[in-house]
């Protein structure tokens, strides 16, 4: 009779911090000179990592910034920070390897559009299933810009580029959407010029077990200015810009005048007064993983409603860490297996003798 060996749980140290409290966002600001062009997105969404990272309890010399190739991937030239400037799509393959072996590590990865869902695509859908405990920031200007200008695979239909001159003809990814159908445990959406409502979502990345996935609107002011104008500029946003946030109803407008109202499984904008009220709003949960793809797909489904484009967290859930999992297997084959002998692992089971 075998008699099986005891499960034991994986423990992963957690980082010991020495003076995080009193390290400021000038911390955090490396010596080399920043070297995108004037009026890009990327500075901002820099200068509000820069702001997080004292506050998220983690040591300097733990926190890891991989990025792939583009404009975004020079992110870790510019932070003060351990840091990779990697292969061009396979960051999240390097931050995968990283993690499972340094999972006390605070690990970033920094993609674009075109690194993280052309070249990177297969890379990113197995980082999201697999579920480390890392945070992506995909920086999504539907355009690719360290080359100059060619369309990406976020360009909308017709994008007039130097590869496309009679416009794009494919269909576009939704980033969200991709990360959902990864089963993403972290999927979330915020621009580049709304400072407090960026550092807030990079808060939440961090603080997420599991893969986070937060997508980032940046205007690429060189190759596509204004792409999303419509979301992020002062006149424009509040009628087309959807700041959702958990338990409470989806409402937009200047005055908070409109809100989303569930029609079924259709949304439909609503105007709150007389024959409609706040009660009738959807109130927004982060756990609905039904409502969450309604939400991340509904402009595209209902294009006729003229829905707002949402921002926030869409959807979060738990579940294990590939890390711990890895561990905890490596653990109980020990136990039941002993220690493991390499050259017997080389030799085989079976050995041919050549005269």
């Given at each position: 009779?075998?008699?099986k060996?005891?499960?034991?749980?994986?423990?992963?140290?957690k980082?010991?911090?020495?003076?995080?409290?009193?390290?400021?966002?000038?911390?955090?600001?490396?010596?080399?000179?920043?070297?995108?062009?004037?009026?890009?997105?990327?500075y901002?969404?820099?200068?509000?990592?820069?702001t997080?990272?004292?506050?998220?309890?983690?040591d300097?010399?733990?926190?890891?910034?991989?990025?792939g190739?583009g404009?975004?991937?020079?992110?870790p030239?510019?932070?003060?920070?351990?840091?990779?400037?990697?292969?061009?799509?396979?960051a999240?393959?390097?931050?995968?390897?990283?993690?499972?072996?340094?999972?006390?590590?605070?690990?970033?990865?920094?993609?674009?559009?075109?690194?993280g869902?052309?070249?990177?695509?297969?890379?990113?859908?197995?980082?999201?299933?697999?579920?480390?405990?890392?945070?992506?920031?995909?920086?999504?200007?539907?355009?690719?810009?360290?080359?100059?200008?060619?369309?990406?695979?976020?360009?909308?239909?017709?994008?007039?580029?130097?590869?496309?001159?009679l416009?794009?003809?494919?269909?576009?990814?939704?980033?969200?959407?991709?990360?959902?159908?990864?089963?993403?445990?972290?999927?979330?959406?915020t621009?580049?010029?709304?400072p407090?409502h960026?550092?807030?979502?990079?808060?939440?990345?961090?603080?997420?077990?599991?893969?986070?996935?937060?997508?980032?609107?940046?205007?690429?002011?060189?190759?596509?200015?204004?792409?999303?104008?419509?979301?992020?500029?002062?006149?424009?946003?509040?009628?087309?810009?959807?700041?959702?946030?958990?338990?409470?109803?989806?409402?937009?407008?200047a005055?908070?005048?409109?809100?989303?109202?569930?029609?079924?499984?259709r949304?439909?904008?609503?105007?709150?007064?007389?024959?409609?009220?706040?009660?009738?709003?959807w109130?927004?949960?982060?756990?609905?993983?039904?409502?969450?793809?309604?939400?991340?797909?509904?402009?595209?489904?209902?294009?006729?409603e003229?829905?707002?484009?949402?921002?926030?967290?869409?959807?979060?859930?738990n579940?294990?860490?590939?890390?711990?999992?890895m561990?905890?297997?490596?653990?109980?084959?020990l136990?039941?297996?002993?220690?493991?002998?390499?050259?017997?692992?080389?030799?085989?089971?079976?050995?041919?003798?050549?005269?």
């Open positions: 009779m075998k008699i060996a005891p499960i034991r749980k994986a423990t992963i140290p980082p010991e911090i020495e003076n995080n409290g009193g390290l400021s966002s000038k911390d955090f600001v490396s010596g080399q000179e920043v070297r995108w062009c004037p009026g890009c997105g990327d901002s969404i820099l200068k509000q990592m820069q997080i990272l004292p506050q998220i309890g983690v300097k010399k733990d926190i890891v910034f991989i990025s190739i404009c975004s991937s020079r992110f030239y510019y932070l003060d920070t351990f840091g990779m400037h990697s292969i061009h799509g396979r999240t393959a390097i931050a995968s390897g990283l993690k499972a072996t340094r999972p006390e590590l605070s690990i970033w990865v920094v993609s674009g559009d075109g690194d869902l052309s070249i990177g695509g297969n890379h990113m859908a197995h980082l999201l299933r697999r579920n480390f405990n890392v945070n992506v920031l995909l920086f999504n200007n539907e355009i690719y810009g360290l080359t100059k200008g060619q369309y990406s695979p976020t360009s909308k239909v017709s994008t007039v580029t130097k590869s496309t001159p416009g794009s003809i494919d269909h576009p990814f939704n980033p969200a959407a991709f990360a959902m159908g990864s089963d993403g445990s972290f999927i979330a959406r621009m580049d010029r709304d407090k960026l550092q807030t979502m990079l808060l939440r990345s961090h603080v997420h077990s599991g893969t986070s996935f937060l997508e980032i609107y940046q205007n690429c002011n060189i190759f596509n200015d204004g792409a999303f104008f419509d979301y992020t500029e002062k006149e424009s946003k509040p009628g087309n810009a959807l700041f959702v946030e958990h338990g409470k109803p989806m409402r937009f407008g005055d908070n005048e409109y809100g989303i109202r569930l029609d079924g499984t949304p439909q904008v609503i105007k709150i007064g007389d024959e409609y009220g706040v009660e009738d709003v109130v927004h949960d982060e756990k609905d993983i039904i409502k969450a793809n309604i939400l991340i797909r509904m402009e595209a489904n209902y294009p006729d003229k829905l707002p484009r949402p921002f926030g967290v869409f959807y979060e859930t579940r294990p860490n590939y890390e711990v999992l561990q905890q297997q490596v653990d109980n084959a136990v039941q297996k002993g220690k493991g002998d390499l050259d017997a692992l080389i030799a085989g089971n079976e050995t041919w003798v050549i005269n």
